[in-house]
């Protein structure tokens, strides 16, 4: 067999030579590309952690740093591509969980972000915070309880001050109580979880409206509860699908006004909410593990939704309800 002669030019020598040079100099680029890869192939059923939970409670409204294991809201993963570019966030709840993963994200894609919570929850928000301004964005912490009508105004006309107006307001602080009968339930819980999931969000969507252009953006965070309402959560699951139910009508007011509104439908994530009296401990210890997926979703995971629907190129969705429930619970 005749073997092809070698030929050794100029060119071949010194594309070798760069060829080695590149891979001794800059390991880490190649490094990155391989965990690249790996990263968009990875398994989703083994990306984070599954049941058995060890036990754990704290009082409401509890702590994402204090829960083990800790949440991922995408500290270290989330990549932004300018998508939100000088657009004006306010994210309630926007210390943990979700709203944390959505603010960490829109920092993330170029948008200034302020977030609400309750006091007690300072310590989760500074770390928002910190994240926020980290990517060069404009952070805004506006602590209060979302239960009074006065501060959800007072609120959405804070926020729109500090971040010299608004485009993108996400309705996402929550309550969740679980209770096994309704007669443990009372006027008092069953007031608080209206207030905090449906009035606040009537009221700070009305606030808004004063300040939300055309090509603004409403986004709810509503829930699996919705359409699959679990025994244990009856006043939690009216609340979700009165939520759902008002991103429908609300986007069919504000179509004509170019301001979409949109819902995000989560199924079982590893949030505060959860270890602070929204599941019994039996349910926490296996939580998640009856979808599909073998394991509870975590913020990280919705954030991208978050974005999408905040985004000007999705601008022909409206009324929609993106979910994310690892399988399980969909209408
Ligand atoms: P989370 O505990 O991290 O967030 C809920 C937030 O609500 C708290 O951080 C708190 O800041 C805020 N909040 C509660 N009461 C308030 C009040 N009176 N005033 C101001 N803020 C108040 O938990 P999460 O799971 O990320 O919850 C975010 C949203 O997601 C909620 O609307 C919840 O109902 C919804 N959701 C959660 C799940 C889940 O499994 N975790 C599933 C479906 C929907
Ligand atoms: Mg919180």
Redo the contacts with the bound molecule.
């Keep these: 067999m005749q073997r092809p002669p070698l030929v050794t030019t100029r060119r071949s020598i010194l594309a070798v030579a760069s060829a080695s040079l590149a891979a001794s100099a800059f390991p880490s680029i190649a490094q990155t590309l391989q965990k690249k890869d790996s990263a968009t192939m990875e398994d989703p059923t083994t990306k984070y952690p599954k049941p058995p939970f060890e036990k754990q409670s704290q009082p ?3 702590l ?1 740093s204090k829960m083990n294991p800790k ?1 991922d809201h995408g500290e270290t993963s989330y990549k932004g591509s300018g998508r939100l570019a000088g657009r004006k966030a306010l994210i ?10 959505a603010a960490i994200a829109y920092a993330r894609e170029g948008a200034d972000v302020a977030i ?3 006091p007690d ?1 300072e310590p ?1 928000a500074k770390e928002v915070i910190a994240l926020i301004e980290k990517e060069g964005r404009k952070g805004v912490a506006l602590p ?4 009074d009508q006065a501060f959800c105004e007072k609120l959405v006309e804070d926020a729109a001050k500090a971040l010299g107006g608004l485009d993108i307001l996400v ?6 109580q679980q209770a096994q009968a309704i007669e443990d339930i009372t006027y008092e819980a069953f007031d ?1 979880t209206m ?3 449906i009035y ?1 969000t009537f009221l700070l969507t009305k606030a808004a409206l004063k300040h939300l252009k055309p090509g603004s953006v409403i986004i709810q ?5 919705a359409y699959d309402p679990s025994e244990d959560l009856v006043d ?1 699951a009216m ?2 699908a009165a ?1 759902m139910n008002f991103t429908k009508s609300m986007a069919k007011q504000l179509g004509p006004k170019g301001i979409r509104v949109n819902g ?11 270890v ?1 009296g ?1 599941a019994t401990m039996e349910k926490l210890q296996k939580f998640g593990g009856d979808t599909p997926m073998g394991r ?2 975590q ?1 990280a995971e919705l954030a991208s939704i978050y974005v999408q629907l905040a985004d000007p190129q999705a601008s022909y969705s409206t009324g929609q309800v993106y979910g994310a429930a690892g399988g399980s619970g969909q209408p």
């Design positions: 409401f409204p509890g994402a949440p309630t709840g926007g210390d943990s969980g979700m709203g944390r993963a609400n919570y309750l929850e989760d209060g309880d979302l239960r309705n996402n602080a929550g309550r969740q608080a207030k905090t999931n606040a965070t509503t829930s699996v509860q939690y609340t979700k939520v995000v439908a989560p199924g079982p994530i590893w949030t505060p909410l959860q602070s929204g509870p979703g913020p």
